[in-house]
């Protein structure tokens, strides 16, 4: 963030502070000088002022001087610390001069008196400069400085007419006229009341920025409460200007080309990830999001996570003392959401809620031409859908936090989220053989989709008298209903009514999860973590398919595709984590884990079973070098497994467009994947990062998604460990600031993916060079105004089978802000000058080769309000809390 032009850093704060003193010190040290008894000159002075030769009669005492001095020595090394000059600013003095005071000036036995303070707290001025003036010739005679308490005396004043002028840093200077002295006499001028000169203190306002991203040892973070054009939209948006991260026009997330990621909500796992993240990013305001941060190769401490890496979601509380929360709300074209916060902390117990609901408009509309080869009843297929998909989400978030002793914690809180959507769509699929039509019909889909997602955890903390030493326990249960039911009328070609179906599922998924991780240090620099956790995941699917009678109208179930599936995978897991440090510029951490995995599946009607029992020793190995000049080399190795969660897993057939079905895979096993990172970062005192890495990813039996076409021409999407997928890339970061009130970042991201399956299922291979880009840039104006804009690039990207076009996204957004910050408007715009982003994907089979186009409605404008109530108190800010973090399993992209 930009400093205000009337506005100073800290460094200029200490140093503006330190001058003062150091300017009156220097003052009364010559008026020592020259009014000392008979003029005893500078060397002298020095001697006499440290040997304490006489009883000097000087008007600052020495127990004037030390708190002075200390000051000055705290503010001065403060100042050397954060690159401050501390005289290069010293104003020129308004006391006497050397060249003033080193003439004569009359002594007498006047006195003058008075306290000095604060005029609207009351409270005593300590330090100010007073400076006695001749009235006649407006020449400063003589001066002193206030003590703690506000007083000050002049004494051996001549007898005549005076004025005195009192300053002090942060106050305006007041000055008092006609004071008579004759003879003898004391003249007490009473209380002194400075008003505070509000310029001068909001010139001197000390400010504090995070950037918009930050680059950490383990971590990239993202600052995203500090991008205004995040106002009034979802984690789906906040995602898309990560650096690494690309998100899809459907809100599929890749972490450096890859989908294989976590996604985690306050270091915790939450089942509602488990089954579609699109889907689930959509339902999380953005102005509920604090941070989020990428951590690309994770320690043996995390989960044996999956081939890319975590993504962890911060979301916004607060655990100062005091209340304090806010309000926002947003309207947009295509979104809008209403959302709060409300935080509380007093003493030990503290509280932290949120509430909030949104509501989505959104039209699509796609074509296609599906070319078969092969096949004796059909030879290309065109299909046309329109459709709009409307909803809102709700969710819930409290939590309370107890601190039991000084060094030991007790926390617990409840996630809930629910939501609910309808996406009906007409869908035309008109069947060609030699160019003559041989068949036409008409889909209406009425998709319902509802959902309720709740996570709770009990978390302990104890820490102990040897620094870094900690015991945590940590509990956890996540719970997820997923139901999803499609209503579907089919007309022929003639418009008429043929054929009714239902296709209907209800699913959950539910975690228990209990953590146990300790850490203690060693000798100096080293630090020993282990730990051990149970994961107790459960998944159920009851889907059903009806149609209905053509007599009667009334819909039978069609057991052949009617079951209910339920699934148990259990995982136990341990590890242990060495780090330590060489001549303090070698940092390792070397880590090991170990994870025991069983697995039962159940397909209830037809009584099939599912078994799987598999060890896993999962090794990391990181090492750091610091450079001069706040430079770092690193290179991380880590071997990760990911297994699939119920969205690979779910056999029930989704059939909302009959030509092209997608199921699941319920003897899917998990990913194994070797990751090879070497990283470069340098940070400059000016700001400016910079971060560059090279990296290698190789799995071996990649879940991957493969389609083949039925002799009908009905295209099956399936899942399955075929593939083996290779990613080789470069990805370079860097911020810096612009025209002092700017900020620009970039990210870009450069990779080659080699694809390929030797299955009997499917031979195929696909490889391609592919790219991302993103450009975030900010400036602060007077008046509390501020822009942004931001805009991103993805390239063409390449699956096993087929290949998606590239696709452009920016926006822009300004803001205002209001009633002394604590409030702002917003006004914002997505892809202004399209409407839509046109998405062309396509895929080849040995017998057939599609090609279809997405029109996505991306443009957008809002309008967002936000408003901050409350107050909160630094003091006892609470430690920072452990949780759990189930990084493993493989979630589902959208459909």
């Given at each position: 963030?930009?400093?205000?032009?009337?506005?100073?850093?800290?460094?200029?704060?200490?140093?503006?502070?330190?001058?003062?003193?150091?300017?009156?010190?220097?003052?009364?040290?010559?008026?020592?000088?020259?009014?000392?008894?008979?003029?005893?000159?500078?060397?002298?002075?020095?001697?006499?002022?440290?040997?304490?030769?006489?009883?000097?009669?000087?008007?600052?005492?020495?127990?004037?001087?030390?708190?002075?001095?200390?000051?000055?020595?705290?503010?001065?090394?403060?100042?050397?610390?954060?690159?401050?000059?501390?005289?290069?600013?010293?104003?020129?003095?308004?006391?006497?001069?050397?060249?003033?005071?080193?003439?004569?000036?009359?002594?007498?036995?006047?006195?003058?008196?008075?306290?000095?303070?604060?005029?609207?707290?009351?409270?005593?001025?300590?330090?100010?400069?007073?400076?006695?003036?001749?009235?006649?010739?407006?020449?400063?005679?003589?001066?002193?400085?206030?003590?703690?308490?506000?007083?000050?005396?002049?004494?051996?004043?001549?007898?005549?007419?005076?004025?005195?002028?009192?300053?002090?840093?942060?106050?305006?200077?007041?000055?008092?006229?006609?004071?008579?002295?004759?003879?003898?006499?004391?003249?007490?001028?009473?209380?002194?009341?400075?008003?505070?000169?509000?310029?001068?203190?909001?010139?001197?306002?000390?400010?504090?920025?995070?950037?918009?991203?930050?680059d950490k040892v383990d971590r990239m973070v993202y600052n995203a409460e500090k991008d205004i054009t995040n106002t009034g939209g979802t984690a789906s948006d906040v995602l898309k200007k990560?650096?690494?991260?690309?998100?899809?026009?459907?809100?599929?997330?890749?972490?450096?080309?890859?989908?294989?990621?976590?996604?985690?909500?306050?270091?915790?796992?939450?089942?509602?990830?488990?089954?579609?993240?699109?889907?689930?990013?959509?339902?999380?305001?953005?102005?509920?999001?604090?941070?989020?941060?990428?951590?690309?190769?994770?320690?043996?401490?995390?989960?044996?996570?999956?081939?890319?890496?975590?993504?962890?979601?911060?979301?916004?509380?607060?655990?100062?003392?005091?209340?304090?929360?806010?309000?926002?709300?947003?309207?947009?074209?295509?979104?809008?959401?209403?959302?709060?916060?409300?935080?509380?902390?007093?003493?030990?117990?503290?509280?932290?809620?949120?509430?909030?609901?949104?509501?989505?408009?959104?039209?699509?509309?796609?074509?296609?031409?599906?070319?078969?080869?092969?096949?004796?009843?059909?030879?290309?297929?065109?299909?046309?859908?329109?459709?709009?998909?409307?909803?809102?989400?709700?969710?819930?978030?409290?939590?309370?936090?107890?601190?039991?002793?000084?060094?030991?914690?007790?926390?617990?809180?409840?996630?809930?989220?629910?939501?609910?959507?309808?996406?009906?769509?007409?869908?035309?699929?008109?069947?060609?053989?030699?160019?003559?039509?041989?068949?036409?019909?008409?889909?209406?889909?009425?998709?319902?989709?509802?959902?309720?997602?709740?996570?709770?955890?009990?978390?302990?903390?104890?820490?102990?008298?040897?620094?870094?030493?900690?015991?945590?326990?940590?509990?956890?249960?996540?719970?997820?209903?997923?139901?999803?039911?499609?209503?579907?009328?089919?007309?022929?070609?003639?418009?008429?009514?043929?054929?009714?179906?239902?296709?209907?599922?209800?699913?959950?998924?539910?975690?228990?999860?209990?953590?146990?991780?300790?850490?203690?240090?060693?000798?100096?620099?080293?630090?020993?973590?282990?730990?051990?956790?149970?994961?107790?995941?459960?998944?159920?699917?009851?889907?059903?398919?009806?149609?209905?009678?053509?007599?009667?109208?009334?819909?039978?179930?069609?057991?052949?595709?009617?079951?209910?599936?339920?699934?148990?995978?259990?995982?136990?897991?341990?590890?242990?984590?060495?780090?330590?440090?060489?001549?303090?510029?070698?940092?390792?951490?070397?880590?090991?884990?170990?994870?025991?995995?069983?697995?039962?599946?159940?397909?209830?009607?037809?009584?099939?079973?599912?078994?799987?029992?598999?060890?896993?020793?999962?090794?990391?190995?990181?090492?750091?070098?610091?450079?001069?000049?706040?430079?770092?080399?690193?290179?991380?190795?880590?071997?990760?497994?990911?297994?699939?969660?119920?969205?690979?897993?779910?056999?029930?057939?989704?059939?909302?467009?009959?030509?092209?079905?997608?199921?699941?895979?319920?003897?899917?096993?998990?990913?194994?994947?070797?990751?090879?990172?070497?990283?470069?970062?340098?940070?400059?005192?000016?700001?400016?990062?910079?971060?560059?890495?090279?990296?290698?990813?190789?799995?071996?039996?990649?879940?991957?998604?493969?389609?083949?076409?039925?002799?009908?021409?009905?295209?099956?999407?399936?899942?399955?460990?075929?593939?083996?997928?290779?990613?080789?890339?470069?990805?370079?970061?860097?911020?810096?600031?612009?025209?002092?009130?700017?900020?620009?970042?970039?990210?870009?991201?450069?990779?080659?993916?080699?694809?390929?399956?030797?299955?009997?299922?499917?031979?195929?291979?696909?490889?391609?060079?592919?790219?991302?880009?993103?450009?975030?840039?900010?400036?602060?104006?007077?008046?509390?105004?501020?822009?942004?804009?931001?805009?991103?690039?993805?390239?063409?990207?390449?699956?096993?089978?087929?290949?998606?076009?590239?696709?452009?996204?920016?926006?822009?957004?300004?803001?205002?802000?209001?009633?002394?910050?604590?409030?702002?408007?917003?006004?914002?715009?997505?892809?202004?000058?399209?409407?839509?982003?046109?998405?062309?994907?396509?895929?080849?089979?040995?017998?057939?080769?599609?090609?279809?186009?997405?029109?996505?409605?991306?443009?957008?404008?809002?309008?967002?309000?936000?408003?901050?109530?409350?107050?909160?108190?630094?003091?006892?800010?609470?430690?920072?809390?452990?949780?759990?973090?189930?990084?493993?399993?493989?979630?589902?992209?959208?459909?």
């Open positions: 963030m930009a400093v205000h032009p009337y506005r100073l850093s800290a460094s200029s704060h200490l140093s503006i502070f330190a001058s003062e003193y150091a300017r009156k010190l220097t003052t009364s040290f010559e008026y020592f000088v020259n009014n000392g008894p008979g003029g005893i000159g500078r060397e002298r002075a020095k001697r006499l002022l440290f040997n304490r030769e006489y009883s000097l009669e000087i008007k600052l005492t020495l127990s004037t001087y030390l708190p002075i001095m200390k000051t000055l020595i705290l503010l001065a090394a403060a100042s050397i610390f954060s690159g401050g000059t501390i005289f290069a600013q010293a104003p020129s003095p308004p006391v006497a001069t050397a060249q003033a005071a080193s003439q004569a000036i009359p002594k007498g036995n006047g006195k003058i008196s008075g306290v000095v303070s604060d005029e609207a707290a009351k409270t005593p001025v300590a330090f100010a400069t007073v400076a006695l003036l001749d009235k006649l010739t407006g020449k400063t005679i003589d001066g002193a400085i206030t003590d703690d308490k506000g007083k000050f005396t002049i004494s051996r004043v001549a007898n005549g007419q005076y004025s005195l002028t009192i300053t002090f840093l942060g106050y305006e200077a007041k000055s008092i006229n006609n004071i008579a002295i004759e003879g003898k006499n004391e003249v007490n001028i009473g209380p002194i009341a400075l008003k505070a000169n509000t310029k001068t203190l909001n010139e001197v306002a000390v400010l504090g920025e995070k950037p918009l991203v930050e990560v650096p690494g991260l690309t998100v899809d026009l459907e809100g599929n997330v890749q972490l450096r080309g890859s989908g294989n990621i976590r996604v985690l909500i306050n270091n915790k796992p939450s089942t509602i990830m488990a089954t579609n993240i699109a889907d689930a990013l959509r339902q999380i305001p953005s102005d509920q999001i604090k941070t989020v941060e990428v951590i690309t190769s994770p320690s043996a401490k995390y989960d044996a996570e999956g081939t890319a890496g975590i993504i962890n979601i911060i979301t916004k509380k607060n655990g100062l003392q005091g209340v304090n929360g806010t309000v926002n709300a947003s309207y947009g074209t295509r979104n809008s959401n209403v959302n709060g916060n409300v935080n509380y902390r007093k003493g030990k117990f503290g509280l932290n809620s949120a509430l909030g609901t949104n509501w989505n408009n959104n039209p699509g509309k796609q074509t296609g031409n599906t070319y078969y080869t092969g096949l004796s009843n059909i030879d290309r297929l065109y299909q046309t859908m329109e459709g709009k998909r409307v909803g809102n989400f709700n969710f819930l978030q409290f939590g309370t936090d107890y601190d039991l002793t000084p060094k030991s914690n007790l926390a617990a809180g409840i996630r809930m989220q629910s939501g609910n959507f309808a996406f009906k769509t007409t869908q035309t699929s008109t069947q060609y053989l030699q160019n003559a039509l041989i068949g036409l019909n008409t889909r209406q889909n009425n998709i319902e989709f509802e959902n309720m997602n709740y996570d709770v955890n009990l978390d302990y903390n104890r820490q102990f008298s040897k620094q870094g030493q900690e015991l945590t326990v940590l509990g956890l249960l996540s719970h997820n209903n997923r139901d999803n039911y499609n209503y579907a009328d089919v007309y022929n070609r003639d418009n008429q009514l043929s054929l009714q179906e239902q296709n209907l599922n209800d699913a959950y998924n539910e975690e228990k999860t209990l953590q146990v991780d300790y850490t203690q240090p060693l000798a100096k620099d080293q630090l020993l973590e282990i730990g051990g956790k149970a994961i107790l995941r459960y998944a159920e699917s009851d889907y059903r398919f009806l149609l209905a009678e053509p007599g009667t109208g009334d819909f039978v179930i069609q057991p052949n595709r009617t079951d209910i599936f339920s699934y148990h995978q259990d995982v136990a897991a341990a590890y242990a984590s060495y780090g330590f440090s060489l001549n303090k510029k070698y940092n390792f951490k070397l880590g090991t884990r170990y994870e025991h995995t069983q697995i039962s599946g159940d397909f209830t009607s037809t009584e099939t079973t599912i078994n799987q029992d598999y060890d896993n020793f999962i090794p990391s190995i990181a090492v750091s070098r610091t450079l001069k000049n706040n430079q770092t080399i690193k290179f991380n190795y880590t071997k990760r497994i990911q297994r699939p969660q119920l969205y690979y897993l779910n056999p029930f057939e989704n059939r909302s467009d009959t030509f092209n079905i997608q199921v699941g895979n319920p003897k899917l096993e998990a990913e194994l994947t070797n990751s090879y990172e070497l990283g470069y970062s340098r940070f400059f005192k000016s700001g400016t990062s910079f971060n560059a890495s090279v990296y290698w990813r190789q799995t071996n039996n990649s879940i991957q998604s493969f389609t083949l076409p039925t002799s009908e021409g009905v295209n099956y999407t399936r899942f399955g460990n075929i593939g083996r997928n290779a990613s080789y890339g470069f990805s370079l970061f860097g911020n810096t600031k612009f025209l002092q009130k700017g900020n620009i970042s970039g990210n870009v991201n450069i990779f080659y993916t080699d694809l390929e399956s030797r299955s009997a299922q499917l031979e195929a291979s696909n490889a391609s060079v592919m790219y991302n880009a993103n450009l975030n840039a900010s400036y602060t104006f007077p008046k509390g105004i501020s822009a942004q804009v931001f805009g991103m690039f993805n390239s063409p990207r390449v699956t096993l089978q087929g290949k998606s076009s590239s696709w452009t996204y920016y926006n822009l957004a300004l803001k205002k802000e209001l009633l002394n910050k604590k409030a702002s408007i917003s006004a914002g715009v997505d892809n202004p000058f399209s409407q839509t982003l046109k998405m062309r994907n396509t895929f080849k089979t040995n017998t057939s080769e599609q090609d279809n186009l997405l029109y996505v409605y991306t443009r957008q404008f809002r309008i967002s309000a936000n408003y901050q109530f409350g107050k909160m108190d630094f003091k006892n800010q609470p430690r920072r809390k452990k949780k759990i973090s189930n990084d493993d399993a493989k979630a589902g992209e959208s459909n």
